[in-house]
Nanobody, 125 residues
Framework: QVQLVESGGGLVQAGDSLRLSCAAS????????MGWFRQAPEKEREFVAA????????YYADSVKGRFTISRDNAKNTVFLQMSSLIPEDTAVYYC??????????????????WGQGTQVTVSS
């Protein structure tokens, strides 16, 4: 497993942009598929975006497609989530996740076995 630490959350207005970062420990970061999930109050944790080990392939939830961009820098053991055109419905705690269960769908939480502590994103209208 890897240790994950998210940063970059905050309070923004609708239409603003925000960039989340997730720093990972260890030497095997490049072998992990990385994902971002979010959880709003009284709601289930939901998939946001995922990126393959090399960064070539990316996947998005329909609700964020065209607004969010996931990327990774394997040399710096970091994954990013660039969020643009934010709306109040994006308000949630955002979690970074790492996993090597490649046979499990990228959008499934159980595909990931390491999770960060989460960072709060609040979008005001």
């Amino acid at each position: 497993q890897v240790q994950l630490v998210e940063s970059g959350g905050g309070l923004v207005q609708a239409g603003d942009s925000l960039r989340l970062s997730c720093a990972a420990s260890g030497r095997t970061f490049s072998t992990y598929r990385m994902g971002w999930f979010r959880q709003a109050p009284e709601k289930e944790r939901e998939f946001v975006a995922a990126v393959s080990t090399t960064g070539v392939s990316t996947y998005y939830a329909d609700s964020v497609k065209g607004r969010f961009t996931i990327s990774r820098d394997n040399a710096k053991n970091t994954v990013f989530l660039q969020m643009s055109s934010l709306i109040p419905e994006d308000t949630a705690v955002y979690y970074c996740a790492a996993g090597r269960l490649y046979t499990v769908a990228y959008y499934a939480p159980h595909a990931y076995d390491s999770w960060g502590q989460g960072t709060q994103v609040t979008v005001s209208s």
